[in-house]
């Protein structure tokens, strides 16, 4: 019997590496970055509290200032105060927490209940998947909580919705699961900062040109008083912070080479006091510049707010090739060196890991790094610093940072066999975005062309253009389970008994047709769409009293130009768009296909009977199940379910159509789920495609797990067949495959990869993503975690390592069709 084929991963992690770089070339080229790696995720991240404590400190101090301001001296605070550190072989420093893997914390979204459960499981010893010391869980006790109960967004947030909205979010001070806001878990929605213009101009080149503004005002106008002038105020105050916090690592720096023992380690602490004693508050002079201003930049952003998976890299391969050039051609960089420095700042990103209070998903993060795509001219971008990208993503072995690649139907060969490489490795490296899809919708959305050939991938496979997207407020989840489950059980749950949730329909039984059906259908979704936009509308009008991101507006051109925080509201010439994702799509579409054939269509099933099957969980009705589970099935390129998808897609896109948010916003159909669709699937009943209560939903737009069984290109004809094309109000549509690592094997493989990407590409998809792995190795991990400690897996939009997850998520991953041919 032929052995089974592993991907690289599979192979090193069965072999039992050490985490550390993965060829020999590499750990001896790079032996630093290999040192640091070696047990670096040995000790669970600790919560870090000097950020919270810090902007609580500041803001007891400034009652009674424009919110713009309290959060620049709230920022200026920080800088000043919080404790700075070098570790050991540093050669690119900043952090936001102390030594090891640490996450920050954001008291001023959620309510503080979290956090005082946190600090007293802490204190008496409980089981937290972080380490909180017990002087940091007093800060949180003592400090943390008196001052913000009652004055979180979230706390406003809740205060402010409707009753009937209210009631069908939370029920007993509990999410019911059919809609999930995300606005104040998270200050924003993803974003990149405009790391060329740092690069280029500075802070100090930001200050001036706030204080010309200043300077431009006139005082007799009202507007310029109470609006202009104190953000443009508020941006010199953080400009100033950041000069603060990077000069406070210039003088650690110096202060640790009079130290060190090590001539060639204290020359290093100078250079880096060099760095930091010039950028970013100055342009950058060199590639090692550079990456100290986009890290200090970046890092300082982790102060200001919780971004939705926090700040990306944006297209790190355009801003920082002019001085990766400009060093190569005079000999002052090798690529060798070019790679240290990088992999400097990916453990840099690794170490800050995003804030939960949760196991179960891994710790989800897209510090999203985008390679490729197209130039200003429409020209194929990739360049040298690509390659190496590419080289370090495969060689350097953390999730970190969650690599993207940018396809077109130029995309030259050789980098194409060059991505299909790195995903052949099985850590689910790169995600891929399709230029064919992406610009042309960004066209319609009123970008011109050169902003739109810029776009850079931000959040999990979002997009943005950063300075001309101008809205940030996270949008909602809606479960699809439910609302299927609510319209067969006339707008109740069956985790709510008889408490009506949703819309009271007719009983499903009395439907003569589908049409009639899809009618209670219908009818449920635009109920939660209606909560969906009253949620959001809520969100617009209170987050302004709260939020505001000086660093981030003075990156911003719009805000600079108009002097309004990217928060206080709309900005003029902005393209305003949030986004609410649909999830369990498959889960829907396969529950309606169901009912239609065996129902109405082949007459097999009574709806009563169907109903009473899923009342029961299926218990003791597997015959019926089993019919359920045989109905036609999307992913198959089976017109019967996939004109039901493309039903639903259009239904969702007509809604958000017709809505603008107050703050001129429309809210574009996204299928991003992250882990919703597992915690969504835990509160739904069995649906009528076979799902037994509690499971999983489908993922993304992805068919359902298990279902797809036709061949990967049948599965990509059946996605592209449900896409809603003549409508703008749209964005990403998540895509998860996973293929044996035997259909890929070879070079032969490799192009076969190619040729599927290209297809994909000319589908015009939006997002590809790829889980290279045997299904046997999963479960395997699964049942001996410790043997698989370092194994990697896509996930949604991100990568994790398995044995971290949940295990409905990891039941979920090894349910996902483990494709055995293209």
Same mark, same amino acid.
């Given at each position: ?512 047709? @589908?049409? !009639? #059906?899809?009618?209670? &259908?219908? $009818? ?7 909560? %969906?936009? *009253? ?116 239904? @969702?896109? !007509? #809604?958000?159509?017709? &809505?603008? $948010? ?7 159909? %996204?299928? *991003? ?150």
């Amino acid at each position: 019997m032929t052995a089974k084929a592993l991907s690289p991963q599979e192979e090193r992690v069965i072999r039992g590496d050490r985490i550390g770089l993965t060829t020999k070339e590499a750990k001896v080229k790079r032996l630093r970055v290999h040192k640091m790696l070696d047990g670096f995720r040995d000790l669970p991240p600790r919560i870090a509290v000097d950020r919270a404590r810090l902007v609580t400190e500041s803001f007891r101090t400034t009652e009674g200032l424009p919110v713009v301001r309290r959060w620049a001296e709230a920022l200026k605070h920080v800088a000043q105060h919080i404790p700075v550190h070098i570790n050991e072989n540093e050669l690119i420093v900043g952090r936001g927490g102390p030594p090891g893997r640490y996450m920050i914390i954001y008291p001023e979204l959620l309510s503080t209940g979290w956090l005082a459960r946190l600090a007293e499981q802490a204190l008496q010893g409980g089981d937290i998947p972080f380490i909180l010391t017990d002087e940091d869980a007093a800060v949180i006790q003592q400090e943390l909580v008196p001052y913000w109960t009652g004055r979180t967004l979230h706390d406003a947030f809740l205060n402010a919705l409707p009753n009937e909205t209210q009631n069908f979010l939370y029920r007993h001070d509990r999410a019911l699961g059919v809609i999930t806001p995300t606005g104040t878990s998270r200050s924003s929605l993803a974003w990149c900062l405009d790391y060329d213009k740092v690069l280029k101009r500075g802070f100090s080149g930001i200050q001036k040109e706030a204080e010309d503004k200043i300077a431009s005002l006139d005082p007799f106008s009202p507007n310029n008083s109470f609006d202009k002038l104190p953000f443009y105020q508020a941006v010199v105050t953080v400009c100033q912070a950041m000069e603060i916090f990077a000069k406070r690592y210039a003088e650690l720096a110096k202060g640790l080479a009079k130290k060190e023992k090590s001539r060639k380690r204290a020359k290093e602490l100078l250079e880096i006091a060099d760095r930091c004693e010039r950028v970013p508050m100055n342009p950058a002079r060199d590639f090692r510049e550079a990456v100290q201003a986009q890290w200090l930049t970046q890092c300082f952003s982790r102060f200001e707010q919780n971004t939705g998976g926090v700040i990306g890299n944006g297209r790190i391969d355009q801003y920082l090739y002019p001085f990766y050039k400009k060093d190569i051609d005079q000999g002052r960089i090798t690529n060798d060196q070019v790679l240290e420095l990088l992999e400097c700042l990916w453990l840099n990103m690794a170490q800050s890991v995003i804030s939960a209070t949760r196991r179960g998903g891994g710790v989800p993060h897209f510090e999203h790094t985008t390679i490729g795509g197209q130039n200003g001219d429409g020209k194929d971008a990739a360049n040298a610093l690509s390659y190496l990208l590419l080289q370090s993503k495969k060689e350097f072995p953390l999730d970190f940072p969650d690599l993207s690649v940018r396809v077109h139907s130029q995309t030259p060969d050789v980098f194409l066999m060059k991505v299909c490489e790195l995903i052949k490795e099985g850590t689910g490296f790169p995600k891929l975005l399709n230029d064919e899809e992406i610009i042309p919708l960004f066209l319609a959305k009123g970008a011109s062309l050169a902003e739109a050939l810029d776009y850079c991938g931000a959040g999990c496979t979002e997009t943005k253009l950063i300075n001309r997207d101008t809205y940030f407020n996270g949008g909602s989840g809606v479960n699809l389970g439910a609302i299927v489950e609510m319209a067969l059980n006339q707008g109740r749950l069956r985790s709510q008994g008889d408490e009506p949730v949703g819309v009271p329909t007719p009983s499903p039984v009395d439907c003569r047709t @589908f049409d !009639d #059906l899809w009618n209670l &259908f219908q $009818t449920q979704v635009e109920n939660a769409m209606l909560h %969906v936009f *009253v949620t959001q509308a809520v969100l617009d009008t209170v987050k302004p009293r709260f939020i505001a991101s000086p660093q981030l507006s003075s990156l911003h051109d719009l805000c600079m130009a108009q002097g309004r925080d990217i928060f206080a509201g709309k900005l003029e010439n902005g393209i305003a768009l949030g986004n609410f994702s649909a999830n369990g799509f498959g889960t829907a579409i396969d529950s309606l296909a169901a009912i239609k054939k065996l129902v109405y269509d082949d007459k097999k099933l009574s709806m009563s009977d169907l109903l009473e099957a899923l009342d029961c969980n299926f218990e003791g009705q597997e015959a019926l199940r089993q019919m359920c589970l045989n109905a036609p099935k999307y992913g198959n390129n089976d017109p019967y379910a996939d004109a039901i998808g493309r039903k639903i897609e259009e239904l @969702f896109a !007509d #809604l958000t159509h017709r &809505f603008t $948010t107050p703050l001129g916003a429309k809210l574009e159909l %996204v299928y *991003v789920p992250i882990v919703e669709h597992v915690t969504s699937g835990r509160r739904t009943g069995a649906t009528p495609n076979g799902r037994k209560a509690g499971e999983a939903l489908s993922e993304g737009v992805s068919p359902t797990q298990g279902c797809d069984v036709n061949g990967l290109t049948t599965t990509l004809l059946s996605i592209a067949k449900t896409k809603a094309a003549r409508f703008q109000e749209r964005a990403s549509r998540l895509v998860n495959i996973k293929i044996s690592p035997q259909v890929l094997a070879g070079e032969e493989g490799t192009k076969n990869l190619a040729s599927l990407i290209r297809a994909w590409c000319d589908m015009k998809f939006w997002h590809i993503q790829f889980n290279i792995i045997n299904s046997d190795t999963l479960r395997d991990a699964k049942q001996n975690p410790d043997k698989y400690r370092n194994l990697c897996v896509r996930v949604a939009g991100y990568s994790a390592y398995f044995v971290d997850l949940d295990p409905r998520l990891q039941d979920e991953i090894i349910a996902r069709t483990e494709h055995q041919g293209m």
